[in-house]
């Protein structure tokens, strides 16, 4: 059985230029897009994220949320970057709903605990039970509890990638990633995109990836690729695409040729 996890990268989904602004004209083609991919293969289960955009990194950066919180001013602004995560998801849920596709928003602070910002423990039952009831899984980057330091940041790279090590782990699927963001792919020192990464070449291109240019309190491209290369030696490949290419994320699921970046083991 095929799984295929799929980001909708907060820079594509929002103008991370400007606090606040999603771009529903995006939201809507790439949910199109996604509908297309469910006519086409009915049988392929689906998980999908979205990056939080110019929306909860404006309150997580102004509130520090990822170093925790140790006051009620932190608290409170803990709180806030949750909601500004659930108005952009909501923004994104709507718009597949609209399009008849049974989307079901799951906060992961109810599913994981943290200590220092490491996981300490995570619970994907629901995410499980709503893949078996014909339902797609919606998460999203998200505060959530810490042991240690009260509260920080799970975004959600590092949740698509803990979904793709657990889901493998079970044997029962042949799982995929696919990030589209606002970027070709992952630019190499010349400036031109990678289309491939592998542990052969990675070593090379490591010093080259850089931060977000806009906010991003989670670590930017080179976080990203970190965490998808080290899933990718598992079997589980993982594609870095460009979103506002026209039909390239439909291209990516269905595994077809696409442009882009492609992480892989060999």
């Not at 932190?74 to 970057?81: M, N």
């Not at 619970?123 to 509260?151: M, W």
């Not at 695409?241 to 060999?266: C, E, M």
């Amino acid at each position: 059985m095929e799984l295929v996890l799929i980001k909708l990268g907060g820079s594509l989904i929002t103008d991370k230029g400007k606090p606040y602004t999603a771009r529903p004209e995006i939201m809507t083609h790439l949910v199109e897009q996604i509908s297309l991919i469910r006519l086409e293969n009915p049988n392929l289960q689906l998980i999908i994220g979205n990056g939080a955009g110019s929306f909860a990194h404006q309150s997580a950066k102004k509130y520090n949320t990822i170093d925790g919180f140790f006051c009620d001013a932190d608290k409170l602004g803990f709180c806030l970057v949750h909601q500004d995560a659930l108005d952009l998801n909501i923004l994104l849920a709507k718009i597949f709903l609209q399009a008849g596709l049974p989307v079901i928003s799951l906060p992961p602070v109810t599913m994981a605990i943290t200590q220092n910002k490491k996981l300490f423990t995570i619970d994907f039952s629901v995410i499980e039970n709503s893949l078996q009831a014909g339902l797609i899984p919606l998460v999203f980057g998200d505060v959530v509890l810490d042991k240690a330091i009260g509260g920080t940041i799970l975004s959600t790279d590092t949740l698509l990638a803990e979904l793709a090590k657990y889901f493998y782990s079970q044997g029962k699927f042949q799982v995929r990633l696919v990030n589209a963001g606002n970027y070709p792919g992952v630019l190499g020192e010349d400036g031109q995109v990678l289309s491939n990464i592998t542990p052969v070449n990675y070593p090379q291109i490591k010093a080259a990836l850089g931060e977000s240019e806009s906010i991003d309190v989670t670590g930017g491209m080179a976080k990203k690729v970190e965490e998808f290369f080290a899933i990718s030696s598992l079997g589980v490949d993982c594609w870095i695409i460009d979103g506002n290419v026209s039909g390239n994320l439909a291209r990516a699921v269905l595994n077809k040729p696409t442009q882009g970046t492609l992480i892989k083991a060999f």
